[in-house]
């Protein structure tokens, strides 16, 4: 049965308790690490927890804010050891050069994990210099069939300026990195939900490029948008994470959302952080607070059932949340029940970590492959039988 301990820095407080002094020590596989990279500098680095840790990965990434325990802090250091008991743990390190070169980056990163064995793959990316669609789609071209993915692509608050990785090594720009876990008496529970309701009719993408929304039956995007927001557009583009875009390919696809990053008036575009692709049917949504919540309480009740184990002591169940910053921007000083509500479900045995990221990865149902999330509250659980 895997167990599991927590520490956090501060800058007023340091590490409480300090990774010295905890008990897991040599027997951890993984130590998830969630915060700024300036501040895990601050923090000490990485060697003192190399010796606290010495057989450990030490895996990571920059944030929109971290998620530990009972709560969301800005300006801190999260750490989570875990120690399996029957299941092995593999990384993988991949450079994206540039977005063009995503797609061979998500391949690069499955084709380093070993197949035999393997039962689920989390991956966190640079968030800002790539193509999430295109990573996802190169991890889901190279990975056996029935092997579960998820993760996100790390943040940077709210500056959008740089982000880091960081897989057994000093944090990295244009970085992903993939951690394989293997072992029969492994189980996962992967979900992903929003919250947020449609409201309008549906759309065909008639016109796009990528990540660029230029018309959708073809009449120009923006002015499109503009007509549905009303006064909400006067705050564009800042405004347009209270309204994502949901996608839905064919009669029966996935639903995907879609958070906006920027418009062009010239153009009568706009920019979302994820692909768009034409052909594809859209709507507009909206998200009012509890619903959010619900969502949440909802992603975290799926992850559980999906776990299939019943709960065990303290600390042998580990669910990563990675939550989107658009959700922050919506709730406000509210963002924590969207935590509260995850943790009620998921039970207080469970152990929570995690972090707010510029994309989330999972799959949109049970079954179905790896998909790039906007505005979305995806859960991975973790148990060992």
């Given at each position: 049965?895997?167990?599991?301990?927590?520490?956090?820095?501060?800058?007023?407080?340091?590490?409480?308790?300090?990774?010295?002094?905890?008990?897991?020590?040599?027997?951890?596989?993984?130590?998830?690490?969630?915060?700024?990279?300036?501040?895990?500098?601050?923090?000490?680095?990485?060697?003192?927890?190399?010796?606290?840790?010495?057989?450990?990965?030490?895996?990571?990434?920059?944030?929109?804010?971290?998620?530990?325990?009972?709560?969301?802090?800005?300006?801190?250091?999260?750490?989570?050891?875990?120690?399996?008991?029957?299941?092995?743990?593999?990384?993988?390190?991949?450079?994206?050069?540039?977005?063009?070169?995503?797609?061979?980056?998500?391949?690069?990163?499955?084709?380093?994990?070993?197949?035999?064995?393997?039962?689920?793959?989390?991956?966190?990316?640079?968030?800002?210099?790539?193509?999430?669609?295109?990573?996802?789609?190169?991890?889901?071209?190279?990975?056996?069939?029935?092997?579960?993915?998820?993760?996100?692509?790390?943040?940077?608050?709210?500056?959008?300026?740089?982000?880091?990785?960081?897989?057994?090594?000093?944090?990295?720009e244009s970085v992903a990195a993939a951690l394989g876990f293997y072992?029969?008496?492994?189980?996962?529970?992967?979900?992903?939900?929003?919250?947020?309701?449609?409201?309008?009719?549906?759309?065909?993408?008639?016109?796009?490029?990528?990540?660029?929304?230029?018309?959708?039956?073809?009449?120009?995007?923006?002015?499109?948008?503009?007509?549905?927001?009303?006064?909400?557009?006067?705050?564009?583009?800042?405004?347009?994470?209270?309204?994502?875009?949901?996608?839905?390919?064919?009669?029966?696809?996935?639903?995907?959302?879609?958070?906006?990053?920027?418009?062009?008036?010239?153009?009568?575009?706009?920019?979302?952080?994820?692909?768009?692709?034409?052909?594809?049917?859209?709507?507009?949504?909206?998200?009012?607070?509890?619903?959010?919540?619900?969502?949440?309480?909802?992603?975290?009740?799926?992850?559980?059932?999906?776990?299939?184990?019943?709960?065990?002591?303290?600390?042998?169940?580990?669910?990563?949340?990675?939550?989107?910053?658009?959700?922050?921007?919506?709730?406000?000083?509210?963002?924590?029940?969207?935590?509260?509500?995850?943790?009620?479900?998921?039970?207080?045995?469970?152990?929570?970590?995690?972090?707010?990221?510029?994309?989330?990865?999972?799959?949109?149902?049970?079954?179905?492959?790896?998909?790039?999330?906007?505005?979305?509250?995806?859960?991975?659980?973790?148990?060992?039988?």
């Amino acid at each position: 049965m895997m167990t599991t301990e927590q520490c956090q820095w501060s800058a007023e407080k340091s590490w409480q308790p300090a990774p010295s002094s905890t008990r897991l020590g040599a027997a951890a596989q993984v130590v998830f690490l969630f915060g700024g990279a300036t501040l895990l500098q601050k923090s000490g680095g990485l060697e003192p927890l190399r010796k606290a840790y010495p057989n450990a990965h030490l895996f990571g990434c920059s944030t929109a804010g971290e998620i530990q325990g009972n709560g969301i802090r800005d300006d801190t250091i999260g750490l989570t050891a875990v120690a399996f008991q029957r299941t092995r743990v593999a990384a993988a390190r991949a450079r994206i050069e540039s977005a063009a070169g995503s797609f061979a980056a998500g391949q690069a990163l499955a084709r380093q994990l070993p197949a035999e064995g393997l039962r689920h793959v989390f991956v966190l990316s640079e968030g800002l210099r790539l193509n999430a669609s295109e990573l996802v789609k190169g991890l889901n071209s190279v990975l056996p069939e029935g092997i579960t993915i998820s993760g996100g692509c790390a943040g940077d608050g709210n500056r959008l300026e740089k982000t880091h990785v960081w897989c057994n090594g000093e944090p990295e720009e244009s970085v992903a990195a993939a951690l394989g876990f293997y072992g029969e008496g492994l189980r996962v529970g992967v979900s992903a939900l929003g919250g947020w309701k449609p409201f309008g009719p549906e759309w065909l993408i008639t016109r796009s490029k990528q990540n660029v929304l230029y018309e959708m039956n073809h009449r120009p995007a923006l002015a499109l948008y503009k007509q549905y927001l009303g006064r909400f557009a006067r705050g564009l583009p800042a405004s347009g994470l209270m309204f994502p875009l949901e996608l839905r390919a064919g009669h029966d696809g996935e639903r995907v959302l879609r958070a906006l990053l920027a418009v062009n008036e010239e153009e009568q575009s706009i920019t979302f952080a994820g692909d768009v692709p034409e052909g594809v049917r859209a709507r507009f949504m909206l998200g009012q607070i509890e619903d959010l919540i619900e969502g949440s309480r909802q992603a975290a009740a799926d992850s559980l059932e999906r776990l299939g184990t019943a709960p065990g002591p303290a600390g042998s169940q580990l669910s990563v949340l990675v939550s989107c910053n658009g959700r922050r921007f919506v709730l406000k000083q509210r963002t924590d029940e969207e935590i509260d509500a995850a943790r009620e479900a998921l039970g207080a045995m469970a152990t929570l970590t995690g972090f707010y990221s510029y994309g989330e990865m999972a799959p949109a149902r049970a079954g179905s492959h790896c998909e790039l999330h906007n505005e979305t509250m995806t859960i991975t659980s973790f148990a060992e039988v």
